[in-house]
Structures are given as C-alpha cells and as structure tokens.
C-alpha cells in the first residue's frame, strides 16, 4: 500500500437520478414514444438503456448507480444523454455533463411537473454542478435528502 495513494474506499455514485415527466409533440402526448438514455462515466463508449412513454406520453426513468474506488486525486465525471424516437424521428431532449455523485446532483433538486415539447427549441440551463441542454421544463425543484 503506498503512502500516497491509501487505502481505496468504496463509494456509490448516482450516474443518473430518477426522471419522471411527460413527452409532447405540438402539445399532445407522444404515445408509445422510445426513450434511449446514454451514460458514460469510465469510457467514451458508455452504455444505454430504453424505456417506453405510455398512451399518455409519460416516462420514468429509474435512478442509475455504481459502485467504485473513491481516488482523492480523480474527478469523476459523468456524461448524459437522452434521445426521443416518436413517428419515425429522433430527437435529443437532454444532454450534460455532471460532475457529482449526489442524487439529484443534475439539477441541485429533483424536479416537479417534467414536460418535454419535442418540436420546442433546445435551451440551455447552467446549473451548479452540471452543464445540460435540454428541452424540458419543469415548475419547481424540490430538495431531496439521500437515502
């Protein structure tokens, strides 16, 4: 063991926290739309998963963690991305980096009343520890302690 690396502490990061929300297209539900989510935290490729909208348009998207050696001298850093396939098109509602491991550590809070418009603009929101675009919206954010 060296002085100066230490002993290696295994810790649990949050890649990516619950999403729950509702897809629009002009404003009406995008029934049975294909959400695709990608994480890549420990290389370029990193991996995806997929999830369906119901009749309703709305989706969830359960919390993403791993476990691994806490280094002192490394900064994670986690890229996100979610792509929306509705009626043959695909769409990029989220895309960010986060360089926390907290719950909710994307937004500094979980968020309320998640809406996607897939035909809106992309938009832009810097928040504390993470850069997204995206083309959700949401009413509030509510702090949530961890479990």
Known sequence: MSLFFGEKNKVEAVLFSPLEGQLTFNGKPASGAKLKLWLAWKDQ??????????????????????????????????????????????????KGGKSTTHLYGELGGRPKNLTCELTKEEMDAHLEHALLETLCEWSELTKEMEK
């Open 45 to 94: 490729e990193g991996e995806n998963e997929y999830f369906t909208a119901d009749e309703n348009g709305y989706f969830s998207i359960p919390k993403k963690t791993v476990v691994y050696d806490e280094n002192p001298l490394f900064q994670i850093s986690i890229g996100q991305m979610i792509t929306v396939d509705f009626d043959g098109q695909e769409y990029l509602i989220w």
